[in-house]
């Protein structure tokens, strides 16, 4: 059996004012609407399996979507204006978004969590994503600026133990163990 494609598009029902994402087969045929945005949706992505699908919109809220059954399982709220832009981390645990209040956000996508505020931009974030291998996050906003973010924790972990050698090595004050923290 081959698997069905899903297109996505936001659609407007004139009927009961309200925002929706429109799942629809290849073929056009309409699977489901899925309703909940009080505002204009900026921005549609689906985690790397597929399995779940985020929504951001300009009424300063993420939605996360099951799919296929379209049930919304979470609402992320800390963003002070418009959602503008979504990516998912390639092992799709952590959620990226920018908004037009300057700021990116990181979101645990099991539990709706925001790990971290990024601040660097001084204008609204109109894009985002993160690198094939997870390693970086690149944003680009309206300050004309595109900025990259290092997730290498590898190479922070060889950075932090280069900077702390020297105390490593001579504050003797510390554990045999505690010294050698970083030699694994």
Not at 16 to 37: F, V
Not at 60 to 73: C, D, H, M, Y
Not at 108 to 121: E, F, P, S, Y
Not at 155 to 183: F, S, T
Request: hydrophobic fraction near 40%; charge should be neutral.
């Amino acid at each position: 059996m081959r698997a069905r494609a899903i297109a996505l598009k936001a659609c407007f029902d004139n009927l009961h004012l309200q925002i929706l994402i429109c799942l629809q087969l290849a073929d056009g045929t309409l699977i489901k609407n899925l309703s909940g945005h009080g505002s204009a949706i900026a921005h549609l992505n689906f985690s790397p399996n597929g399995k779940i699908l985020a929504s951001a919109s300009w009424d300063n809220t993420i939605k996360i979507w099951q799919l296929p059954e379209g049930k919304l399982l979470n609402t992320l709220i800390e963003h002070k204006n418009g959602v503008t832009s979504l990516s998912f981390h390639p092992d799709g645990q952590i959620l990226a978004s920018g908004s037009a209040d300057s700021t990116i956000k990181l979101w645990n996508t099991k539990d709706g969590t925001a790990i971290k505020t990024l601040l660097g931009h001084s204008g609204k974030i109109n894009s985002l994503s993160f690198s094939p291998d997870g390693k970086m996050l690149v944003t680009g906003g309206e300050d004309a600026g595109v900025t990259l973010w290092d997730f290498d924790l590898d190479d922070l972990i060889k950075q932090g133990c280069a900077r702390l050698e020297n105390y490593l090595e001579n504050n003797y004050n510390l554990k045999a163990g505690d010294r050698a923290i970083c030699n694994s």
